[in-house]
């Protein structure tokens, strides 16, 4: 850009808090799919987002909004990207109301830290995507990230009682509110989760809250095959038991795992992690049934971990949701096993490694494919994994991937007929299309 | 905006066309019986309609939109804030005749009914199997499934486990043009904007909602029902604080003053005390073993809090009743005051001792009487105003006493409705709560979906201007249909 200082000027006078950032090692630092940004804005307040987005309407700029960097790889390559607005600036805990179970806080506030100062009170938030130390609210939410908990609490749009937003064209709304039960007009929190930041810039999130348990515990359990573990997923949720997560390792996907947990596990199998959160006495009576049900699968169970060795290895699990290649595929349960099968075929076609962590009871598969530069092959395997998914009514989205493969298969897949309704939507709330382009679904 | 009968009788012979001359309606004997739903609104639908597939609710509303006329789709007409009332005539789509449950799959948790399909009916169809469906509107014995995804329907239960819109995963939706379109799916996380959270408490103006998946979820092993009575407000309240305080979420806690108790006892003798100031009615459910150390933390609450006695049901037998207590309060409160009128407003639960006493003096420096029955756990109020329209002025201030009450709500931080919906009467009442731009937002989302606003007109978001339209049509007489819904408990 020739006129980068005027711009420069420009964006001091709407918005005189703001920091930019325009080094050559800044502006990489916010490259998305190999698109560097011209300018990098890091608002002090809300006021500022808004004045940076009216301006950059004015400009014709596109703009994306950042957070932690940690979901930057999900999405096609931008159209175009000029202005990075990171909101790591807006990071403070507005309230806590703990007697009430909610909270609200400024996007920019990493997840770690939320809960780190709820934990003062005894309280947390339900969500465990990974990252947690570096991921900031608003980036969750505009990513719609999740974890293995998401079985017992749900996903985000579960927790948000309350958003604020600024739209693409400026404006400042807020929807919902700070009770954790609100009908009052469009549920606009749910469009915003998962938006990928097309719509509009989070800058408030209000949630409910959760008070810590008394105790938690997770059981290992060994499984032949995925199928004898996912009819083991299936009875324990017909059952009375409530696990707080069920996750499936395939042998590949346990060699990342924590030593005390590898140690439980000799030989390759099927692994079924089942935790479970409560009381202590409802904890160990769920377990004994846990085990129960799985041995009359032909489960195995190994051991059990608590403390410091759940808390390790439950990082341990959610850091195989990120790699250098990997699909989400959402399935309904009882078709998890069959795909797993399925896909192993495929890769070992393609001449693929893989390795697979499902969220069992939720039907969710993270795969990790590789080698990344094997695009060819690469292209071809996923198409056929995200048919098999289409077939049974489910989704596989590429969450991470090398650009160079996202220009031989889009991440997204197809868009559905309801494209129509989304692009009608995405020029209510952005009409200049200051936001970038292009990485959403159906190239919104 | 009223029809001609020349335009009403074309319109009549082009829907029997679509349904059958048998599944119209267009006397005005029948379509008065579709001008109420159980709000206090009212206004006449030209024509009926009962379409029986998805392609016949797709050619309704295409002939809807040839002809410029609004329409309306409707339940049970059990919802509590006008939804199903069709502000401006024309027709009212009625989903009788789509009740069917097309699927229950047990393995993967998941249902799909029709919108017409009862509430309660889906969940005693899998009752044998040991699951059910969580949501649960106290008038779930005849509300439908597809009025609950219009209004986001709450219940006593979805405490802890969520509303309807945390139930829903996937809609077949007949958009306002008439176009079928597929959102969400039985599977988490489809790709794209999250429509069916945008559409689910819509309120009917985005889209009529024609196949709704669900999930389903196995009941608890146990389930603990118990009475705390206290002799001042206060401390029933403080209660409510203590529990939640104290980590325990029970399934639902509830809240009856002694204006409703003394009520529901004479209509359903559950043994409620009469003197009493309030009674918590607290369930707490989960495994066998725990549940009953539940129990013994929430009975030390109520104590720690004055309670005067706490009464832990039996039996199943007296589990039930005392719920039928709370369920049909509103019901018993129609046998002591011909006319009442509910409020929905939310604060936070810590607000809810200082709220009720506004509530009581808003209501007593309008003279007026004022029962509360309540989701206290929640904070989701419920003041049933008890009025005489036959006396002068009395109306206006029960309207004025409504507003003051919302307008506490959102002073402490709260919402103006919880579970029943804005509608057509508390539209006006949304600026308390949302800025201009806030609204603005919403009217955008609107015009994405409904940009001829035909498709339920006149609701959620107020219309500048056109309020002195809408009239309260409190006191007149009650239509058969209104009767009809009383007797059968679709009161929440």
Redesign the interface.
Known sequence: MTNLSLLTDQLHAAAPQTELLTSVGDLRRFAVDDVTPQLVALPASVEDVAALLKLAGEQQLAVLPVGGSTELTLGQPPERYDLAICTARLNALLEH??????CSVQAGMTLADLQQRLATK?QFLALDPPNNEQATIGGILAA?A?GPQRLRY??A??LVIGLRVV?GDG?????G???????????????Y???LGT?GIIVEANFKL???PEHEETLLIAFENASAAMETV?AL????V?PTALELLDPAAQQSLPEQARAMLPGPAYLLATSFS??A??VT??LADSRAIATSHAGSPRGNLEGTAHDTFWAAVRARQIGPVVC?V?????DVAPFLAEAQTICQEQQLESSAIAHAG???IYLQLGPADALDRLAAAIGKLRNLALQ????L?ITHAPTALKAQINV??E?????R??G??K???DPADTLVKGR???GL | MAMDAGEKATLVDALSAIVGARHVLSSDYDVMLYEYDASIDRARPDVVVFPASTAQVSAIVKLANQRQVPFVARGAGTGLSGGAVPLEGGIIIAFQRMNRILDIDYTNLRAVVQPGVVNLHLSNAMTPNGFYYVPDPSSQKSCTIGGNVGENSGGPHTLIYGVTTNHVLGLEVVLPDGKIVEVGSPTLDTPGYDLTGLLVGSEGTLGIVTSITVRIVHQAEAVKTLVGVFNTVDDATNTVSGIVEAGIIPAALEMMDQIILQAVEDYIHAGYPLDAAAVLLIEVEGLRDTVDEQVSRVVAVCEANHARAVRIAKDEQERTLLWSGRKEAFGAVGRVSHEFYVQDGVVPRTKLPFVLDRVNEICASYGLRVGNVFHAGDGNLHPLILFDSQIPGQVEKVRQAGFDILKVCADAGGSITGEHGVGMEKSDAMPLIFSDDDLDVMRRVREAFNPHNLCNPGKVIPTPGRCADIKLLIGQERSPAYAKAEAEGAWH
């Open positions: 109301e703990a007697a009430d179970l909610t005894g719609n999740s749900g996903a749009r579960d739209l404006t400042i709304a807020r929807s509110g700070k009770v954790v039960k609100n009908v009052a007009g469009y549920d606009l929190n749910k469009l989760i998962g938006s719509l959760i008070p810590r299936i949720l017909s059952s009375v409530t409560s009381v006495k409802a009576r769920q989400k959402s399935l309904l349960i009882n939720s039907g969710v049974d009514k489910g989704s989205v997204w897949g868009a559905r007929p309801d494209l309704l989304m009608t939507l020029r209510k709330f959403f679904v159906g």
